[in-house]
């Protein structure tokens, strides 16, 4: 069977962005050339080879396999040279911090650097201090961008038009960067978003997001196209902000009666990992009629080529 090949789609203005470090930093015209890129390389068996004698290197300050894997498989597939730093293993355990850690590397002329970090706006810091590209990982609790690119990759793959669609995202919003940015990027894209979770793990001034707020799943889910649920992220937790697991599961957990709340066909997205039974039930989790997860994984590669290749074709134009 012959390989599919397309031309890779360009923008119809100057896309000059060098970094990637929240959803707002783009425009709407921006977003859509980047899903425009996702979608072709979600499609194309032989991506063309536009980092070829780039270096991308992957700096993850917290555990990550889907994430960093992703990245790593993405940045291969357009011809780059990928290094992955064990930042356990690093002079970053001996003391190092950041901005000399940001030296250090700016010394090696890394053409893009795919930070995670702990803390909220490690990664802007470093943009400003690097000469190449800065992806941001995911930060702390603000931000994670390229999880909310892919997730609406993922919804115009399966639905085409995500606008006017009703969204959910349950659980754990006030740990959550993933909630955040797909706030932003959803509501964006003309979405109806709605916030579901226990009062403790709904942030402050949600409310004020441009989102309903729902405690209760069965008002909460009522009439949404897709409900995306979010891990319970104990190890960001000071406090007990939830009775136990079990009855986190029974009043918040998706299971097949709390999906019946929702619109018939809703569709099921979680950015992973997963804890079953505690936040999804298996049945719905490995469902492929109504489970866009495995999906989700597919297409986060996609959606990363699409983004290094924007980051670094453009600010080399």
Known sequence: MPATTFSVPTPDYPFTHRHCLSVLRFTR????????????FAEADTPEQTLAGATVVNLFFEN??????????????????????????SSVK???????????????????????????????LLSQKVTGSVINAGDGMHAH???????????????????????????DIAHSRVARSNVELLTMLGA?????????????????????????????????????MLRLQLERM???????????FHFHGLDRRKLGFAKPGALVMHPGPMNRGVEISSDIA??????????????????????????YTGSAA
């Open 29 to 40: 015209p921006d977003i859509d050339y980047l899903l425009a890129l996702g979608a072709h």
């Open 192 to 228: 109806e978003v709605r916030l579901v979770g226990p009062p403790t793990l709904i942030p402050a001034g949600a409310r004020d997001w441009g989102v309903e707020v729902f405690e209760d799943m069965e008002t909460g889910l009522a009439g949404c196209d897709v409900v995306m």
């Open 145 to 171: 961008p390229t999880q909310a690119l892919l997730d609406a990759l993922t919804l115009r793959m399966k639905l085409g038009e995500i606008g006017g669609k009703r969204i959910a995202i349950c659980g």
């Open 64 to 89: 990550s396999t889907r994430t960093e894997k992703s990245f790593e498989l993405a940045a291969k597939r357009l011809g780059a040279d990928v290094i992955s730093m064990n930042v356990g293993t």
């Open 94 to 124: 001996k003391g190092e911090t950041l901005l000399d850690t940001a030296a250090t590397l700016n010394a090696m002329a890394p053409d893009v650097l795919v930070v995670r970090h702990n803390a909220s706006g490690a990664p802007a």
């Open 238 to 248: 000071g406090g007990a902000f939830v009775p136990s697991k079990r009855e986190y």
């Open 286 to 311: 490995d469902d492929p009629e109504v489970s866009l997860i495995t999906a989700q994984v597919e297409m986060g590669v996609a959606m990363r080529m699409g983004l290094l290749h924007a980051l």
